[in-house]
């Protein structure tokens, strides 16, 4: 006969999980990147709403998360009485993620109207992407549509006439769950991704109002309660110039439903606690956004910010993978003794940590420097800005989309067999990590427009690179030697862009150039940091990652040498542990 008598397990066998942890508090990068960029009123008042989320993220987010993603939404074309009655079915898990990221904390509206969080005023993007890294953290599903219908409010501010405004912004920008409009982005269709041009779906007149009809491949936020999308208004060019933008409600004003019908959902293999759809549209009245013979450039507006949001996402499932590697490692002996005294783990503990921190560096300047293009706070609105923010958006989405596909794989490994299995957030980070890379433009594409664009045509490299510099000249207290090294870095950086941009044969290089382009500009960004954290608070470590950017991204080696360890086992000692770094130290360490 089977003994069933309960039997006492040893947990510790197992490394622990993050789930008693808080997002924000256990984040003291983030804490000190908000103190440089946020000023000081305006992030104490902060400091308590997103010390909420981060302990909501880690616990009852999180486990919400974790069901929505095993339960995804169902799609019913009939009603129980069999009438024409489409609907989506949602989890109760997931409508708990809604009420928090649209109820509690009105995510989507921080950046339109005062009274978010009880802040009289808009908040800078600096401080709406610090609680979308925290939510991401948690659920990256619902990412999307708390994204798109912050960009779509965006988008309708800039380009639409009052009365689309009136119609549309007051239901986008409220935080009742129950009358909100949740927005959406329907661009794809099947002949045209990346090449909108070739986009078929079209758009015709009828006593004065508009009708949209056609087909669109895969429209996230399916049953959202409005979406902004393209259309060739009829007699209208061919290609991408012949396109107009309109915003299409999910409901007309007298209630029934809007001419367009759900076809199917997509079954994904990331996100998939988040509808995703292909949309027929048969008639659907529309609104106009701005000029029709403008819509392509007015929906780059929404793209632009969409990019930005994915970028900041994927830093947040880099630094979620990284909190489960931390709890391992310091959570878990093998053979005697911590995993976190294993030089193999330490270094790929400081290889996914680099990587994070490098995402982390830039979305702030890139958040900083939106802010500064748009006149935040009734500054005059900066045309340096806007060239800066034109490259370092896609410098940024470019490359922390690609490493968040290999940290949370590198962290999936340091759990070992159990982080394979779909009980822990190992599955789901990795899953969710591979669409970072492909929406709103697949790496091919945005290298191009970064190489091929913002530098061939706006030479937006010379003050995204310029800017940089400024600042790596403030870090006074820093070596100068390391400072010298990290201009060098982004003269060479800059240069190799310019050289590509410049010789239509080399849009091969076009990846490697903006990858260069990231390196050395986080290199420098997290040299400044670390002297600003240095006179705040007397820690300098963040220097040292710079300092592992340069060795590891920016040096040749040669493969078949053996390398001196010493130096980043001291470096090592420092970035892993917890207590401040004084500069003097780090100084002897660079």
């Known amino acids: 006969m089977l003994d069933q008598s309960p039997r006492n397990i040893d947990k510790s066998a197992i490394a622990p999980d993050t789930s008693d942890w808080n997002f924000f508090s256990a984040d003291h990068a983030l804490q000190d990147l908000l103190a440089i960029y946020l000023k000081p009123e305006l992030l104490e008042h902060l400091k308590p709403h997103l010390a909420k989320l981060g302990g909501m993220a880690a616990g009852e987010l999180d486990d919400a998360a974790h069901l929505a993603d095993r339960h995804p939404p169902v799609l019913h074309h009939r009603d129980r009485f069999g009438r024409d009655a489409q609907s989506i079915e949602y989890h109760p898990a997931y409508r708990q993620l809604e009420k928090a990221a649209f109820g509690t904390f009105a995510m989507h509206a921080m950046s339109h109207r005062g009274g978010v969080l009880d802040w009289p005023e808009p908040f800078p993007a600096v401080a709406k992407h610090a609680f979308t890294y925290l939510f991401n953290q948690a659920e990256f599903g619902l990412g999307c549509p708390i994204n798109v219908t912050d960009s779509a409010a965006h988008v309708l501010r800039l380009y639409a006439s009052d009365e689309v405004k009136e119609r549309f912004l007051p239901h986008m920008l409220t935080n009742d769950v129950e009358v909100l409009w949740q927005g959406a982005q329907f661009m794809t269709e099947r002949e045209g991704g990346s090449d909108v041009g070739r986009t078929e779906t079209t758009a015709h007149q009828v006593d004065g109002v508009w009708h949209i009809t056609g087909d669109k491949w895969f429209c996230s936020n399916a049953d959202a309660g409005m979406a902004l999308l393209l259309a060739r208004p009829e007699g209208a060019a061919e290609g991408s110039r012949g396109l107009g933008l309109f915003a299409m409600p999910r409901f007309l004003d007298d209630g029934t439903p809007n001419a367009y019908r759900i076809v199917r959902l997509k079954d ?323």
């Not at 990284?322 to 053979?335: E, N, S």
């Not at 963040?542 to 360890?565: A, G």
Request: glycine share 8%.
């Open 268 to 590: 994904k293999m990331g996100t998939r606690s988040m509808a995703s759809g292909e949309i027929s549209l048969q008639g659907a009245v529309a609104h106009p956004v701005g000029p029709l013979e403008n819509g392509l450039k007015q929906m780059l507006e929404m793209v632009n910010w969409s990019r930005l949001s994915n970028g900041v996402k994927s830093s947040a499932l880099m630094r979620r993978a990284v909190h489960d590697a931390t709890a391992v490692i310091h959570g878990r002996r093998v053979f005697g003794s911590p995993i976190a005294e294993k030089p193999l783990a330490r270094r790929q503990m400081l290889k996914m940590q680099l990587s994070a921190e490098q995402s982390l560096s830039l979305w702030a300047f890139a958040a900083d420097a939106l802010d500064r293009s748009e006149g935040y706070g009734g500054a005059a609105p900066s045309q340096e800005a806007k060239a800066i923010l034109r490259i370092a958006t896609p410098v940024l989405k470019f490359r922390a989309t690609r490493d968040g596909r290999r940290v949370t794989g590198d962290a999936m490994e340091m759990r070992g067999g159990i982080g394979y299995v779909e009980e822990w957030v190992n599955p789901r980070l990795v899953r969710d990590s591979h669409l970072g890379s492909i929406w709103e433009g697949a790496g091919n594409v945005v290298a191009i427009d970064v190489i091929g664009r913002a530098v061939a045509r706006h030479a937006c490299h010379e003050p995204f690179v310029a800017a940089i510099a400024a600042r790596l000249n403030e870090a006074t207290n820093l070596p100068h030697a390391h400072q010298t090294a990290l201009h060098n870095a982004l003269k060479s950086a800059s240069k190799l862009a310019a050289d590509v941009a410049a010789d239509p044969a080399s849009e091969i290089e076009s990846r490697h150039a903006t990858t260069m382009l990231y390196h050395a500009a986080t290199a420098a960004l997290m040299a400044w940091e670390g002297c600003e954290i240095h006179t705040r608070r007397g820690d300098a470590r963040r220097v040292l990652w710079s300092k592992l950017i340069l060795d590891h991204k920016l040096t040749q080696r040669d493969p078949f040498s053996r390398s001196d360890n010493t130096q980043d086992d001291g470096i090592a000692s420092c970035l892993l542990g917890n207590e401040p770094v004084p500069m003097v130290q780090v100084a002897e360490l660079l």
